[in-house]
């Protein structure tokens, strides 16, 4: 026989022995859970375009079926805040949630879903993809064996709901109100009792005067959860979550079994969900905010000017002591405010004078 066919033959085998564990992960169907912080049915969070279960669908269908993920809302498996704990111990495969539930555990964490007086729908996005920022998402959450992704966004969110106006910085002081994240460490600076709810137990805690304010989303999810029955005073000024990014994490094993494919079509469907939710969003809170306050004696409007002034400094005032106190803070910290203050420099020239347009052509 010619010693070079053998060799030839003897190199092919060997590929193709190299190959094959490749190709048989290629051809594998995987089947996973995903837990949710959100109760069924609730729109945005659980169902609806851009949603959790719709990028289920969405990954199924993509994947040919290769990719089947089963969707537990809140409750259906596992409690409300426990699928960061069940996706790190690999109980489940994935968790939707927001990444300011887990201030406790990565601090830091905060800054993934949203910064009060920071950047909008846009700019968050352009910071998590393009400005560094899914690099340390991912550098954070490592030492949990997670992997986390944006999956949506609601844009913008109105300060929320309170049973007495608010017509001065102090009357702030001793409200117990509902409110997860920076703001909340923000509002705690200004004398509120923060307490942080799931979606599902606002109302009735503020139906009760267990609190005396509540954020929760914008118009349409507002409304659906009824708040509008509790409190009347509806401050639309979204200064504490100018966007509010969902978060999807995939346990590091997990996500390490698939495919690169797979992997692709993971997070090609995430970044499709993130634009369909906002823009479901968008097309959903005029009417509602129309409803509540023409039919539903909902007084709705900015804060005072001279709150928002106070609350912008005592935002600053946390975040640079929430920097000073921590070093994986402030790496995230630096990294956001460098890229925000790049980001500003385009909006004023772009949005911000497109907006104004709007304003005196209106």
């Not at 092919?12 to 859970?33: D, E, H, T």
């Not at 005072?304 to 106190?325: C, F, I, W």
Request: with cysteine.
């Amino acid at each position: 026989m010619n010693r070079r066919k053998v060799l030839s033959a003897g190199a092919l085998g060997a590929a193709a022995a190299l190959a094959a564990p490749a190709v048989a992960r290629a051809q594998q169907n995987f089947s996973w859970k995903m837990t949710n912080a959100y109760g069924p049915g609730a729109p945005f969070y659980v169902t609806g375009p851009g949603s959790p279960t719709y990028f289920c669908e969405l990954v199924k269908q993509m994947s040919g079926g290769r990719l089947t993920i089963q969707h537990f809302a809140a409750g259906e498996l596992i409690p409300a805040l426990e699928g960061f704990d069940a996706c790190s111990a690999g109980t489940v495969e994935m968790n939707a949630a927001n990444s300011y539930f887990w201030a406790g555990k990565v601090p830091a964490a905060q800054f993934f879903t949203t910064v009060p007086f920071g950047l909008n729908f846009q700019g968050q996005n352009a910071w998590i993809y393009h400005g560094g920022g899914l690099a340390l998402w991912e550098e954070l959450y490592k030492p949990f064996n997670l992997v986390p992704m944006p999956m949506g966004n609601t844009g913008v969110q109105m300060t929320g709901w309170f049973r007495k106006p608010i017509e001065k910085l102090d009357d702030f002081k001793g409200l117990k109100m509902r409110i997860p994240g920076l703001a909340g460490k923000v509002y705690a600076q200004l004398g509120v009792d923060v307490k942080l709810l799931p979606g599902g137990e606002i109302f009735p805690a503020l139906e009760r005067g267990v609190i005396d304010a509540a954020e929760f989303v914008g118009p349409y999810q507002d409304r659906r959860l009824g708040l509008q029955k509790a409190a009347k005073y509806y401050y639309t000024t979204g200064w504490h979550e100018p966007n509010n990014v969902t978060e999807l994490v995939v346990n590091q094993a997990a996500w390490d079994s698939l495919p690169d494919d797979l992997k692709a079509i993971v997070r090609s469907a995430a970044a499709a969900c993130n634009v369909l939710s906002h823009t479901w969003c968008e097309a959903t809170n005029a009417e509602a905010l129309d409803d509540l306050v023409k039919n539903q004696g909902v007084k709705a409007g900015p804060l005072p000017s001279e709150v928002v002034e106070g609350l912008r400094a005592t935002t600053k005032k946390t975040l640079d002591g929430l920097a000073g106190s921590d070093p994986k803070i402030k790496k995230v910290y630096d990294s956001f405010t460098a890229f925000k203050a790049k980001h500003d420099s385009w909006a004023g020239v772009s949005e911000a004078v497109f907006q104004e347009q709007i304003r005196v052509g209106a």
